[in-house]
Protein backbone atom coordinates (compact mmCIF):
# COMPACT_ATOMS: atom_id res chain seq x y z
CA UNK A 1 0.00 0.00 0.00
CA UNK A 2 2.67 2.29 0.92
CA UNK A 3 5.15 1.44 -1.60
CA UNK A 4 2.54 1.10 -4.60
CA UNK A 5 0.79 4.48 -5.66
CA UNK A 6 -2.81 3.63 -7.12
CA UNK A 7 -3.07 3.35 -10.77
CA UNK A 8 -4.19 6.39 -12.93
CA UNK A 9 -7.95 4.74 -13.06
CA UNK A 10 -8.04 3.86 -9.52
CA UNK A 11 -7.51 7.15 -8.00
CA UNK A 12 -11.60 8.15 -9.19
CA UNK A 13 -12.98 5.18 -8.18
CA UNK A 14 -11.44 5.71 -4.70
CA UNK A 15 -12.39 8.94 -4.32
CA UNK A 16 -16.20 7.76 -5.47
CA UNK A 17 -15.87 5.28 -2.82
CA UNK A 18 -14.93 7.42 -0.73
CA UNK A 19 -17.78 10.04 -0.94
CA UNK A 20 -20.43 7.63 -0.12
CA UNK A 21 -19.78 7.69 3.12
CA UNK A 22 -21.09 11.71 3.16
CA UNK A 23 -24.72 12.55 2.37
CA UNK A 24 -25.49 13.85 -0.90
CA UNK A 25 -27.00 16.80 0.01
CA UNK A 26 -24.28 18.02 2.54
CA UNK A 27 -21.85 19.92 0.94
CA UNK A 28 -19.57 21.11 3.31
CA UNK A 29 -19.50 17.60 4.10
CA UNK A 30 -18.99 16.78 1.11
CA UNK A 31 -15.58 19.39 0.16
CA UNK A 32 -13.97 18.00 3.47
CA UNK A 33 -14.22 14.77 2.41
CA UNK A 34 -12.14 15.88 -0.94
CA UNK A 35 -9.71 17.40 1.36
CA UNK A 36 -9.09 14.33 3.49
CA UNK A 37 -9.07 12.14 0.26
CA UNK A 38 -6.17 14.78 -1.08
CA UNK A 39 -4.27 14.38 2.46
CA UNK A 40 -4.69 10.38 2.11
CA UNK A 41 -3.44 10.34 -1.28
CA UNK A 42 -0.81 12.48 -1.05
CA UNK A 43 0.92 10.81 2.02
CA UNK A 44 0.94 7.66 0.04
CA UNK A 45 2.54 8.94 -2.89
CA UNK A 46 4.99 10.20 -0.69
CA UNK A 47 5.73 7.29 1.47
CA UNK A 48 6.27 5.81 -2.35
CA UNK A 49 8.97 8.57 -3.06
CA UNK A 50 10.63 8.33 0.32
CA UNK A 51 10.89 4.41 -0.23
CA UNK A 52 12.10 5.33 -3.56
CA UNK A 53 10.11 2.31 -5.02
CA UNK A 54 9.33 5.03 -8.08
CA UNK A 55 11.26 7.39 -9.75
CA UNK A 56 10.66 10.59 -9.45
CA UNK A 57 9.13 11.19 -12.88
CA UNK A 58 6.41 8.71 -11.41
CA UNK A 59 5.77 10.54 -8.39
CA UNK A 60 4.80 14.07 -10.35
CA UNK A 61 2.71 11.32 -12.90
CA UNK A 62 0.80 10.23 -9.74
CA UNK A 63 0.09 13.24 -8.16
CA UNK A 64 -1.01 14.65 -11.77
CA UNK A 65 -3.68 11.60 -11.77
CA UNK A 66 -4.76 12.25 -8.43
CA UNK A 67 -5.63 15.75 -9.45
CA UNK A 68 -7.15 15.03 -12.68
CA UNK A 69 -9.67 12.42 -10.47
CA UNK A 70 -10.28 15.36 -7.78
CA UNK A 71 -11.13 17.36 -11.51
CA UNK A 72 -13.86 15.40 -12.19
CA UNK A 73 -15.92 15.17 -9.14
CA UNK A 74 -15.41 18.41 -8.64
CA UNK A 75 -16.85 19.12 -12.41
CA UNK A 76 -19.99 16.55 -10.90
CA UNK A 77 -20.67 18.60 -7.92
CA UNK A 78 -20.43 21.73 -9.55
CA UNK A 79 -22.81 20.36 -12.12
CA UNK A 80 -25.24 19.53 -10.16
CA UNK A 81 -25.51 22.77 -8.06
CA UNK A 82 -25.55 24.86 -10.88
CA UNK A 83 -28.63 22.64 -12.48
CA UNK A 84 -30.28 22.96 -9.56
CA UNK A 85 -30.36 26.41 -9.87
CA UNK A 86 -30.84 27.26 -13.40
CA UNK A 87 -31.73 23.71 -15.04
CA UNK A 88 -28.94 22.58 -17.82
CA UNK A 89 -28.19 23.79 -21.43
CA UNK A 90 -30.09 21.88 -24.02
CA UNK A 91 -28.79 18.30 -24.70
CA UNK A 92 -26.03 18.03 -21.76
CA UNK A 93 -25.77 16.39 -19.11
CA UNK A 94 -22.91 15.58 -16.22
CA UNK A 95 -21.75 13.00 -18.64
CA UNK A 96 -21.69 15.40 -21.46
CA UNK A 97 -21.34 19.03 -19.85
CA UNK A 98 -20.50 21.04 -23.28
CA UNK A 99 -17.33 22.48 -21.70
CA UNK A 100 -13.82 21.03 -21.62
CA UNK A 101 -11.13 21.70 -18.85
CA UNK A 102 -7.88 22.74 -20.72
CA UNK A 103 -4.79 21.90 -18.48
CA UNK A 104 -1.56 24.19 -19.06
CA UNK A 105 1.87 24.64 -17.22
CA UNK A 106 2.85 21.55 -14.63
CA UNK A 107 -0.52 19.81 -14.59
CA UNK A 108 -0.63 20.01 -18.50
CA UNK A 109 2.38 18.63 -18.49
CA UNK A 110 2.19 15.65 -16.64
CA UNK A 111 4.54 17.06 -13.89
CA UNK A 112 2.75 18.43 -10.54
CA UNK A 113 5.10 18.68 -7.74
CA UNK A 114 3.80 18.35 -3.77
CA UNK A 115 2.79 22.43 -3.59
CA UNK A 116 1.68 22.91 -7.26
CA UNK A 117 -1.13 24.80 -8.27
CA UNK A 118 -3.29 24.18 -11.47
CA UNK A 119 -2.89 25.97 -14.37
CA UNK A 120 -6.30 25.47 -16.29
CA UNK A 121 -8.80 26.64 -18.80
CA UNK A 122 -12.25 26.41 -19.16
CA UNK A 123 -13.80 26.21 -23.01
CA UNK A 124 -17.51 25.62 -23.87
CA UNK A 125 -19.34 24.93 -27.14
CA UNK A 126 -20.84 28.10 -29.01
CA UNK A 127 -24.26 27.77 -27.66
CA UNK A 128 -26.16 30.51 -27.35
CA UNK A 129 -29.56 28.79 -26.13
CA UNK A 130 -30.98 29.33 -22.59
CA UNK A 131 -31.23 26.48 -20.14
CA UNK A 132 -33.92 24.00 -19.55
CA UNK A 133 -35.50 23.92 -16.17
CA UNK A 134 -37.81 26.16 -13.90
CA UNK A 135 -35.30 29.38 -13.97
CA UNK A 136 -34.05 29.10 -17.13
CA UNK A 137 -31.08 31.21 -18.46
CA UNK A 138 -29.10 31.73 -21.03
CA UNK A 139 -26.48 29.02 -21.42
CA UNK A 140 -23.12 31.04 -21.05
CA UNK A 141 -24.67 32.66 -17.86
CA UNK A 142 -25.11 28.91 -16.76
CA UNK A 143 -21.37 28.21 -17.60
CA UNK A 144 -20.05 31.36 -15.99
CA UNK A 145 -21.72 29.99 -12.63
CA UNK A 146 -20.43 26.64 -13.14
CA UNK A 147 -17.04 27.93 -13.38
CA UNK A 148 -17.77 29.80 -10.21
CA UNK A 149 -18.67 27.02 -8.66
CA UNK A 150 -15.90 24.81 -9.55
CA UNK A 151 -13.47 27.33 -8.21
CA UNK A 152 -15.18 27.97 -4.89
CA UNK A 153 -15.15 24.24 -4.19
CA UNK A 154 -11.78 24.43 -4.90
CA UNK A 155 -10.12 26.99 -3.47
CA UNK A 156 -12.60 27.80 -0.37
CA UNK A 157 -10.24 27.31 2.84
CA UNK A 158 -12.10 24.87 5.45
CA UNK A 159 -10.50 22.85 8.59
CA UNK A 160 -8.96 20.72 6.11
CA UNK A 161 -7.62 23.75 4.16
CA UNK A 162 -7.97 24.64 0.69
CA UNK A 163 -8.03 21.80 -1.99
CA UNK A 164 -5.59 23.52 -4.89
CA UNK A 165 -5.45 26.89 -5.84
CA UNK A 166 -6.34 27.49 -9.38
CA UNK A 167 -4.58 29.53 -12.13
CA UNK A 168 -6.38 30.97 -14.95
CA UNK A 169 -4.22 33.83 -16.29
CA UNK A 170 -3.70 31.40 -19.41
CA UNK A 171 -7.16 32.44 -20.44
CA UNK A 172 -7.61 34.51 -23.22
CA UNK A 173 -7.19 38.24 -22.14
CA UNK A 174 -6.09 37.13 -18.63
CA UNK A 175 -7.54 38.08 -15.72
CA UNK A 176 -9.66 40.38 -17.49
CA UNK A 177 -11.24 37.74 -19.33
CA UNK A 178 -13.85 35.37 -18.91
CA UNK A 179 -13.99 32.60 -16.55
CA UNK A 180 -15.00 30.35 -19.95
CA UNK A 181 -14.86 30.58 -23.69
CA UNK A 182 -16.82 29.58 -26.74
CA UNK A 183 -14.87 27.61 -28.74
CA UNK A 184 -14.54 30.15 -31.53
CA UNK A 185 -13.67 32.86 -29.30
CA UNK A 186 -10.71 30.79 -28.29
CA UNK A 187 -9.97 30.40 -31.72
CA UNK A 188 -9.97 33.35 -32.62
CA UNK A 189 -7.87 34.76 -29.93
CA UNK A 190 -5.39 31.78 -30.66
CA UNK A 191 -5.17 32.66 -34.41
CA UNK A 192 -5.25 37.00 -34.06
CA UNK A 193 -4.39 38.28 -30.66
CA UNK A 194 -2.28 35.64 -28.67
CA UNK A 195 1.25 36.75 -27.88
CA UNK A 196 3.62 34.59 -28.61
CA UNK A 197 4.49 33.53 -24.94
CA UNK A 198 1.05 32.13 -24.77
CA UNK A 199 1.47 29.92 -27.65
CA UNK A 200 4.38 28.44 -25.64
CA UNK A 201 2.31 27.64 -23.17
CA UNK A 202 -0.29 25.82 -25.32
CA UNK A 203 2.73 23.96 -26.05
CA UNK A 204 2.11 21.79 -22.85
CA UNK A 205 -1.43 22.05 -23.15
CA UNK A 206 -3.71 19.13 -23.10
CA UNK A 207 -7.25 18.17 -22.30
CA UNK A 208 -8.48 16.72 -19.26
CA UNK A 209 -12.36 16.22 -18.90
CA UNK A 210 -15.52 17.53 -20.88
CA UNK A 211 -17.20 16.96 -23.78
CA UNK A 212 -15.65 14.75 -26.59
CA UNK A 213 -17.06 17.55 -28.87
CA UNK A 214 -15.40 20.29 -27.20
CA UNK A 215 -12.01 18.51 -26.67
CA UNK A 216 -11.72 17.47 -30.81
CA UNK A 217 -12.36 21.37 -31.29
CA UNK A 218 -9.77 22.03 -29.15
CA UNK A 219 -7.53 19.65 -30.41
CA UNK A 220 -7.93 21.11 -34.00
CA UNK A 221 -7.51 25.01 -32.51
CA UNK A 222 -4.10 23.46 -30.91
CA UNK A 223 -2.65 21.47 -33.35
CA UNK A 224 -3.52 24.76 -36.26
CA UNK A 225 -1.81 27.09 -34.09
CA UNK A 226 1.29 25.33 -33.17
CA UNK A 227 1.74 24.94 -37.48
CA UNK A 228 0.77 28.23 -38.14
CA UNK A 229 4.70 29.33 -39.88
CA UNK A 230 6.07 32.32 -38.17
CA UNK A 231 8.48 35.53 -38.46
CA UNK A 232 11.56 33.50 -37.58
CA UNK A 233 12.79 37.00 -36.29
CA UNK A 234 10.01 38.02 -34.47
CA UNK A 235 9.83 34.65 -32.58
CA UNK A 236 13.41 34.55 -31.71
CA UNK A 237 12.99 37.71 -30.22
CA UNK A 238 9.75 37.20 -28.35
CA UNK A 239 10.95 34.73 -27.01
CA UNK A 240 14.13 35.66 -25.42
CA UNK A 241 12.43 39.21 -24.58
CA UNK A 242 9.91 36.87 -22.06
CA UNK A 243 12.76 34.63 -20.90
CA UNK A 244 14.69 38.03 -19.68
CA UNK A 245 11.98 39.14 -18.02
CA UNK A 246 11.02 36.08 -16.29
CA UNK A 247 14.79 36.00 -15.29
CA UNK A 248 14.42 39.16 -13.88
CA UNK A 249 12.11 38.63 -11.25
CA UNK A 250 12.30 34.89 -10.92
CA UNK A 251 15.97 34.33 -10.12
CA UNK A 252 16.88 33.61 -6.79
CA UNK A 253 20.67 32.97 -7.49
CA UNK A 254 23.87 34.98 -6.22
CA UNK A 255 27.27 34.70 -6.16
CA UNK A 256 27.18 31.40 -3.93
CA UNK A 257 24.04 29.71 -5.22
CA UNK A 258 22.83 28.32 -8.82
CA UNK A 259 19.26 28.61 -9.32
CA UNK A 260 18.21 25.08 -10.89
CA UNK A 261 15.14 26.52 -12.06
CA UNK A 262 15.64 30.08 -13.58
CA UNK A 263 19.51 30.43 -13.95
CA UNK A 264 20.82 30.64 -16.99
CA UNK A 265 21.28 27.12 -18.66
CA UNK A 266 18.83 26.11 -15.90
CA UNK A 267 15.28 23.96 -16.27
CA UNK A 268 13.57 27.25 -17.93
CA UNK A 269 15.66 27.94 -20.05
CA UNK A 270 15.78 24.89 -21.83
CA UNK A 271 12.17 24.75 -21.55
CA UNK A 272 11.92 27.58 -23.73
CA UNK A 273 14.22 26.42 -26.17
CA UNK A 274 12.14 23.23 -27.02
CA UNK A 275 9.41 25.72 -27.44
CA UNK A 276 11.10 28.05 -29.92
CA UNK A 277 12.10 24.99 -31.60
CA UNK A 278 8.84 23.51 -31.73
CA UNK A 279 7.02 27.04 -32.61
CA UNK A 280 9.91 27.14 -35.20
Same mark, same amino acid.
Request: proline share 3%; glycine share 2%; net charge positive.
Given at each position: YLNTPPR?? %? @? @???? $? %?? =???VEPDDLEEQMEELRLFKKLMVLRIAMSDNAETLPLMKISDSLTWLAEAIIRELIILAWKQTELKFGHPENCSVRDPGF????????GGIELGYNSDLDMVFIRDEDESVTVGDNPCPSALFYQRLVQRFLHLSTTRMVGGVLYDLDMRLRPDGDSGLLITDIAGYEHYQTERAWTWE? $???VRARPIAGSKRVIDRFNAVRDKVLRTPRDLVKLKTDVVEMRE #??? #?? =?? #???DRYFDLKQSRGGMVDIEFIAQYLMLR
Open positions: PD %E @F @FAML $Q %EH =LMRAIIAYGKLH $QAL #KMK #KH =LD #KSN
